[in-house]
């Protein structure tokens, strides 16, 4: 399997641009988190997925920041309009359905998106 | 409030030596118990687990772990490091409950660098 695939790997971009961050979760997984992580706080989770809808989007920093799932293979996180404090590593991470034998709750992730905005 | 606790920042071993990290968690019932590395410019990669049963349990990369549920701890052993396994490393508790709570609760990381 190709584990999961983020994109882009570094965007660089200027303030009060747009930013989309895409993800490809491992197929056949039912569950998807987006992350954030910089030096001051560590690792957070912005919004978690389970079969395609949003269930807790409560680590979402403010109304700039947006994501979707419109399938089981795709997702996105949008950030309209980009500040200086934006700037971070943004993963993305998928997990088996519940069911899978050993899956309970193991999170597997992509490499990361590396996100500068001047 | 659940919580996980890694209350060392930074570790510095040398190589070969011997390594424990510990992890301290906060949690109503006994979680599931997650170990991963980073290492720099990559993803969290899973390096061990405990679901439940033998409370001693083997990862990749030679690593171990034990969880006591008399403290509350899952801490992280390598009998003789080496220095590719200078990287962060996250302790990270879930819920055993089936169901669609799928979070993780993460430690803050320890760092782990490695003399020559």
């Known amino acids: 399997d190709a584990g999961v695939i983020q994109s882009p790997r570094h965007e660089v971009t200027e303030m009060g641009q747009e930013v989309t961050l895409r993800c490809k979760p491992i197929?056949?997984?039912?569950?998807l988190f987006w992350y954030r992580q910089t030096m001051m706080r560590g690792l957070e989770l912005l919004i978690y997925f389970n079969n395609n809808v949003p269930i807790d989007d409560s680590g979402m920093p403010e109304d700039r920041f947006s994501a979707k799932m419109p399938n089981a293979s795709f997702s996105t996180l949008k950030i309209q309009p980009s500040e200086p404090r934006d700037s971070a590593v943004y993963f993305c991470?998928?997990?088996?359905?519940?069911?899978?034998?050993?899956?309970?709750?193991?999170?597997?992730f992509g490499a990361g998106t590396r996100l500068s905005v001047l | 409030a659940q919580s996980v606790t890694q209350p060392d920042i930074h570790i510095t071993v040398s190589e070969g030596a011997s390594l424990e990290l510990r992890c301290n968690y906060s949690y109503g019932a006994t979680p599931y118990l997650f170990w991963y590395v980073q290492s720099p410019g990559q993803g969290l990669q899973l390096l061990l687990k405990y679901f439940s049963g033998d409370t001693l349990v083997q990862g990749i990369k030679g690593f171990e772990a034990e969880f006591k549920r008399s403290q509350s701890s899952f801490n992280l052993r390598k009998p003789s490091v080496h220095w590719s396994d200078a990287a962060e490393y996250f302790c990270?508790?879930?819920?055993?409950?089936?169901?669609?709570?799928?979070?993780?609760?993460w430690g803050l990381g320890t760092s782990l660098a490695v003399n020559p």
């Open positions: 197929s056949g997984h039912n569950s």
């Open positions: 990270a508790v879930g819920d055993p409950r089936a169901g669609n709570n799928r979070k993780l609760i």
């Open positions: 991470a998928s997990s088996p359905a519940w069911g899978v034998v050993g899956a309970k709750n193991i999170q597997y």
